[in-house]
Structure formats: C-alpha cells, structure tokens
C-alpha cells in the first residue's frame, strides 16, 4: 500500500471568542469542494481555555481548586510531565505518585483508597498497563465512581451502556471524537456511524456515545468481512483501528465526516527518528470525497484526551463543591 | 398494513437425549427450502431438564440446593406463580416475597440485604418497575453482582460491554436469542447481525453479545432512517421493536437467520380474548426468504427467559459452592 503524506486540501477554521467573553466557538468555511479539517488541536485549546476560566472562577469564588491524582507504577516514562505542565497550566491541582514497579497490589491500592478519601483530590487517573502481577480490574474498580475521571470503572461503562442510566465520566478518546463533531456543528442524530477498531476500550465506548444520540452505529474489526461495503454507507467514519492507510477513498460515502484516530509508524529513513506517524484514513484519496476530516496530521486524540481530563476534573470538582 | 397468522412452513426440529445421557442435542433438518422454525420451547424444556439434572446431582452429592428470592413489590401480579412453580420443577427452592405498594424504599433495601446474606440463596430477582417513589438503579445497584441473576447490576452491564471483563452474568432475554442460536449451530462469528430494538435493556445487551462473539452488528431504533437497507444487510436479525408485522419478506437478506422477540396486541374479535399476539416479522413473507426463523407462534422468549434465570441460579450456587 502506498504511503500518503496528509496535507491541508482543506477549509478554513475560525476560533473565536464568543460575545460573553466566556468561551470560544469553532466555524468553518469550505473551500473548493475539498473536505474542511476538523483541527483537533484547536479543539483542545479551546477547551483547556474553557477550563482554565472556570477554575480561576472557582477559586476566586469558594477558595478551592480542582485536584487531580496521576498514579503510576512502574519505569517507564508516559505523559507524566505533560499532565503536571497541563494541570498547571489551568490551575489544577496535581497529585503525582511514582511507584515502583514491584510495588505490591496492595501499596496501588492503598493509594488509591487515599486518593478516595482526599477531598482535595476530585479525579484520579491511573496509568495502565499495570505490572503483570496486579490485578488490573481490582484496581480500577477501586477507584471511587465520583473521581475517575477516565471513566473507566465497570459502573460508569455499565450506566454509559444502558441509556437511562448516565455516567458520572465517559472514556475521553471516545468522548473527544464526540466532542469535535459537537463543536464542529457536525449532526449525528439519526446518521448512519461506523466505528472501526481492535480496542474495545475503544469502539465501545464510541459505539455507545453516538447510539446515545441517535445514530445507528457499526462497529467493524478484524473479523468483519468486505469493511468497505460496511463503510461506505457510513455518514460518520471513525477509524481507529491502526492500519496505515487502510481506509481508501473508495472506502468512503462521498460528503461523510471522517475522524482519524488509529496511528502507524511507518519506517522512513528522511523522517527525523527513521519513522513517520501515518493514519489509518488514507488522506490523500479520502480529503476529495468527504467533506470534513480530523486526520492525523492534527495529532492523533492525544492533545483532546488531555483536554478532556481537565474538564472531567473541574467537572468532579464543582460536583464536589456544588459549584454552578 | 395486513395481519399475517403465523404458521409451520418449516423443517422439522429432532430433541435428542445425548449419548452421556446427561443432555440434549437438537438437530434441525430443513425442508422444501422454506424456513427452519427455531422451536424456542423445545430449547427451554431442554435447559431446564439440564438444569434439573445438576441440581439432582449436587443435592445428592452436597446435600445443598440452589435458592432464588423473587422480589415484587406492589400489587400487579407478574408471572410469581410460574417462578415458584418452575422452581420446584427443577428442585431450586424459592423465597418469594411480596411488598405492599406503599413499601418504602429502605424497607425493599432491606429485603435485598437480607438476601445478600443468605448462604441459601444463590439467586436475587427484582420485578421491574418499582413504585415510582423508589429509584430502581439505587435498588438494583444494592443486589450482590454474585446474586444478580437477572445480569441488570451496572457491574454486571459493565463487564459485558468490555470485552476482557467477564460479567457474572447476562441479562436473560438477549443471552435466550444467543442460546437459540447456539444450540441450532447457527454460526455468529463474522457475520453481519442487526438488532430491531427500541428498548435498551434488551437491544444493548444483544448487540454486545453478538459482539462478542465477533458478528458486525448495527442497532436499529426508531431514528434510523431506511431500516430494510440495514436489515437487508444482516445474516442475523433480531426484532424486539413490538411493531406488528414490520418486517417484511423484502427486508430479508435470502439465507439469514430471524429471531422474532417483539410482540404487539392485535384487536380480533374471533380471538379467545378480543386480542390476538403477532410479531414484529411479517412471518408467512419472511419464511419464505430466511434459513431458520424463530416465530412469535414458538412463544416470545418468555419461556427461555424463565429457563435461563433457573439455569443462572444454578451456576451461581456451584459457584458459591464449588461444585463442578
């Protein structure tokens, strides 16, 4: 398969400050029939503003900020400074904690049920993989309901599950991918949504969140036959399934919104590690045939996914505070 | 839209006892390339004789039975009598309970806690809906996921819609469609499968199902635009929307399995009552073009569902007991 270096075929955006001062909103414009880009970092900018001003409300108010918990066990090195700088960025409280990788199950979990009791603590993030020696569902399932804010605790994916019922925190990849079709103005109720994906903490929750608002979704993996048939009826494409390029333009229903979750590393000796970030969407053949697209280019969900753990902090928060 | 009575255009269905003696096989032979019936009743007879078997033997072996405690409050009465009745068919022991509407909701919590530690019962069912005044998830939530039968605790739900999380158990009426379809051989894995559903405690829990056992499913309610270009899709379709007649002989991909779940009222005055049940599929059309169909005529999956929750309340008291 060929390799496709994402380029801006696209609209224009504009991010502007709403008249109350109070908030941001995104437009587009189209421009010579080529799909608009859903600019994701923009998205997150927004939003972290967003955050930022409701926290300097919040203290200025009541004297509190939010706190977030990052717990992580083990060596290696995953976003750590980035929450700390990010969290210090909007004003919230950071609770790091670096633990050993032969910690025992029982010192996480005495953190954690810390953390549960610590009411300067409104979110709790636990990196995973664990070590293989813990229990990882124990773990998180040990998280109190009301502070994790990755919404992955059995009860908040149980209530996400069943509507009626609703979730204190969803799963922010998921949560960000619905969050950019909001801000984009992009509909999805009663659209046609296909989720592609290997990792179910993935294209469930995803499912989920868009069949919550109406859309009739499909979930295609591996073992689903002849995908394309599958993604061409789709209005809203989300791809997160981590093959480079694999979506083809012929993939697609012309007009669809297409988000770009799933990355590849492609071997690329001009490239300045000797590799490349490739999306699963192959952009060159899809940006002619939809009309808006979040492509890898504007960094996989990662920079959103940070975004949205503030907010579900603050949003903890001010739920502790009885904040409005 | 016309009314269609349902009727045996089918194969003919073979409930065989097993070499071992200690189970059943059915077998299906079809006939003059009109559609198989799935003979639900004849599944459930054949889940509650197994489960008859295995609490004959671990009382024998034991000397303890699987109790159930069946929970109802208010005065409808809603199939009590069978559960009590099915009970001591297969030698589980119930403890039926029956509240005054104006019970409060501590009193309800109450007798759940009471269950809950109980060592003789393995098994607590809710009759839904509550009295509005009580909040029916706090009240579901109180039930040990170990005892939820019923697979409704956001515990259980959870595990089900994470793939990797193992639910202690499944709610009954979509785990029946897959039963049906297990025990009539009919293969899931990589097939395209759609759920009719308006009701969420039943579409969700089917499509997560069928999902994991790696079919491609899309959920279709009332928002979904052009349902029979989906349907026409699916080499699986269950209907449980309790829309008469609804699906027709076009809507049929030639080949697919149908299992016909929903049910509606039809005014007739030549019928016993002035009423007459009829399914959502159009059965004397949808026989015509479907492999195997499971019809309304066979009996809801009421008699499944019932079958099943003696069937859950044996597995959780060998687990309890660690009996094998």
Chains 1, 2 share one sequence.
């Not at 813990?134 to 773990?139: A, G, R, S, T, Y």
Request: hydrophobic share 40%; charged share 25%; aromatic share 6%.
């Amino acid at each position: 398969m060929g390799a496709f270096l994402p380029r801006r075929c696209v609209g224009q955006l504009c991010l502007r400050t709403t008249d109350s001062g109070r908030g941001c909103t995104l437009s587009i414009r189209s421009s010579s029939g080529a799909a608009m880009v859903i600019d994701q970092p923009a998205v997150s900018l927004e939003i972290s503003l967003e955050v930022g001003r409701q926290v300097s409300r919040m203290k200025k108010s009541i004297g509190a900020v939010p706190g977030l918990a990052v717990i992580h066990v083990g060596e290696k090195k995953r976003y750590d400074n980035d929450y700390d700088f990010t969290c210090s960025l909007v004003g919230i409280k950071a609770f790091p904690v670096r633990l050993a990788e032969d910690s025992s199950e029982e010192e996480v979990l005495n953190c954690v049920s810390r953390f549960n009791d610590d009411p300067r603590v409104h979110g709790i993030l636990l990196h995973f993989p664990l070590p293989w020696h813990m229990d990882e569902h124990k773990v998180l399932s040990a998280v109190s309901i009301e502070k994790d804010v990755d919404g992955f605790h059995p009860v908040n994916i149980g209530r996400l599950a069943m509507r009626g019922r609703e979730p204190l925190f969803v799963p922010r990849a998921p949560k960000g991918c619905i969050e950019l079709l909001h801000r984009y103005n992009l509909e999805i109720k009663g659209k046609r949504a296909v989720v592609i994906g290997r990792d179910h903490t993935f294209d469930m929750p995803a499912a989920l969140l868009l069949q919550r608002e109406d859309a009739t979704v499909t979930i295609i993996d591996s073992t689903t036959k002849n995908p394309e048939e599958i993604t061409r009826q789709a209005d809203i494409l989300i791809s997160a399934i981590g093959q480079a390029n694999m979506v083809r333009g012929s993939w697609i229903k012309p007009g669809a919104v297409i988000i770009n979750v799933g990355t590849s590393l492609l071997k690329d000796p001009d490239a300045l590690h000797g590799y490349r970030v490739v999306g699963d969407i192959c952009y060159e053949e899809v940006c002619k045939v939809a009309s808006a697209i979040k492509p890898v280019a504007a960094g996989g969900v990662g920079t959103i996914t940070l975004s949205l753990l503030l907010s579900n902090t603050l949003t903890s928060a001010k739920r502790f505070h009885n904040f409005i």
